[in-house]
């Protein structure tokens, strides 16, 4: 960082103040520390670190004769330098497995439902706003494909996609087809496309298909429109939302006007879907359990709804798919404890999608 290194003294302060602020919601005065915190020093010394803390910019004083609140900085030191790392506890995690876990043990739940049911979960335990993020699918292995004729010029095409993942479109013909043409292109479909992953296949369908017997008609069709059939869906129909309810009941939401700005925020899937997802690379991340937790606080967030709120996030892997889970909520949120959720949310939900076939 290029700011001095603070003594551990002062970061005991500023560790204190972050907690305490957490917890009350309330700005931490000198005397406050002195009652519930035996750190060995006087109520005038406390206030000298905290001063030397707000003169440097770790915290501030909202109000005249009032304690002090964390800063943007102040969070960030301690998120980089101060805060650890504990693992969940047993009923947490048992919590955790049993509301993702079950939607996939009959093998009826598609992805949707276990990333939806992913994103309340997460919602509940954390009590913060949820997100995540389906994976993108580009290098996602393709299983099969089928057709279903809606009617003589209009027909569903249904891509199983690696774990749990299915992609819906609606096509217009611009021909009439019969039920046994469909069946000849979908069985050279499956045979030359399955195993590859969807990048390849839209790369290379042309060449793979360009010797096969079936109907031409249908056959080139699918070959113009493999654009649309083997690619990522936009990345705003890939967000799974929860915990609107808790992040609302937070003190900093109090004011009517607050409430509508993050409520316009939410519905903005797009820009929620980039918060979560794009998250910039000057923001360091931190490493819990070998995995790297992003944490953008503050105006480090991209988009300015966002300024008032600090993201989690961290990656989650099915096979070579990468998705992301995230928690939007106060700057004042307890970050250990995040960053546990986190943690466990994203292997558990990986394990899930991984282990359903």
Do not use: W
Not at 203 to 215: A, E, F, P, Q
Not at 285 to 305: F, M
Not at 318 to 334: A, H, L, T, W
């Amino acid at each position: 960082m290029d700011a001095r290194d603070l003594s551990l003294r002062e970061r005991h302060v500023l560790s204190i103040i972050i907690q305490s602020y957490v917890v009350t919601a309330a700005p931490v005065g000198s005397r406050y520390i002195t009652q519930h915190y035996n750190l060995g020093l006087s109520d005038a010394t406390i206030r000298n670190v905290m001063a030397i803390l707000e003169e440097e910019g770790y915290i501030s004083q909202p109000h005249t004769s009032a304690g002090r609140t964390p800063t943007d900085k102040g969070y960030r030191y301690y998120v980089d330098l101060i805060m650890t790392f504990q693992s969940l506890d047993d009923k947490e995690k048992k919590r955790i497995e049993e509301n993702i876990g079950q939607i996939s043990i009959d093998r009826k739940g598609t992805s949707s439902d276990v990333l939806l049911s992913a994103a309340k979960v997460l919602g509940t335990i954390s009590r913060q706003l949820s997100v995540v993020l389906s994976p993108t699918l580009s290098n996602a292995i393709f299983e099969k494909l089928d057709m279903v004729l809606l009617s003589s010029t209009r027909m569903m095409v249904i891509l199983s996609i690696q774990s749990l993942f299915v992609k819906t479109i609606v096509m217009e013909l611009d021909m009439e087809v019969s039920r046994q043409t469909v069946d000849e292109v979908v069985d050279v479909l499956n045979q030359r496309l399955s195993g590859l992953t969807l990048s390849e296949i839209r790369r290379t369908i042309s060449r793979r298909l360009s010797d096969s017997m079936c109907d031409n008609a249908l056959k080139n069709l699918i070959v113009r429109s493999a654009g649309d059939l083997f690619d990522e869906s936009p990345i705003f129909e890939r967000l799974y939302i929860s915990g609107t309810e808790y992040i609302v009941d937070q003190p900093e939401f109090k004011q009517p006007e607050r409430v509508r700005d993050l409520i316009t925020m939410i519905e903005d899937k797009l820009s929620m879907a980039k918060l979560v997802g794009h998250s910039p690379t000057s923001i360091e991340t931190v490493r819990s359990a070998g995995r790297d937790i992003t944490i953008n606080i503050g105006k480090e967030n991209s988009e300015r709804q966002a300024e008032d709120l600090t993201i989690v996030s961290t990656p989650y892997y099915v096979g070579n798919m990468v998705g992301k889970i995230g928690i939007f909520g106060p700057k004042r949120m307890d970050y250990e404890y995040a960053v546990r959720v986190l943690n466990y949310m994203a292997d558990s939900l990986s394990a899930t999608l991984s282990d359903v076939n």
